[in-house]
């Protein structure tokens, strides 16, 4: 019995997160008012708490912050791809992104560059953010 796969569940603050995923952009979103990018996507800016928001491409260019290799699935439909890395980043727009390192042979060290990719869920009904080494 093959279990399913868990998918995101976009709601109307990310739902332009995951269009871009999809399209092959990494889009943030930038406070409308004071020009605050923020990253997860949410309906008020942290830094002056206006509800009003823009949508920027990022570069897609980074620097590793940390990781850290999952050898535990958290859903059972994930058990064929641990180990899993997850590594969290800092992007250039200065914000951080978690995602999933898809080069294996690389060994990673704080301060390394990566570049932001793109995966599509094997249904292609959304992609997700993966990382390799720049």
Known sequence: MEIERLYPLPNPDSQPYWDGLRDRRLMLQQCADCGTIRHYPRPVCDQCYSMEVDWTEASRRGTVHSWSVSHHAFHPSFKADLPTTFVTVDLEENVRLVGILRDPEVT??????????????????????VLFAA
């Open 108 to 129: 990673l060290s704080i301060g390394m560059p990566v570049q932001v990719g793109f995966e599509d869920a094997a249904d292609g009904a959304f992609s997700i953010p």
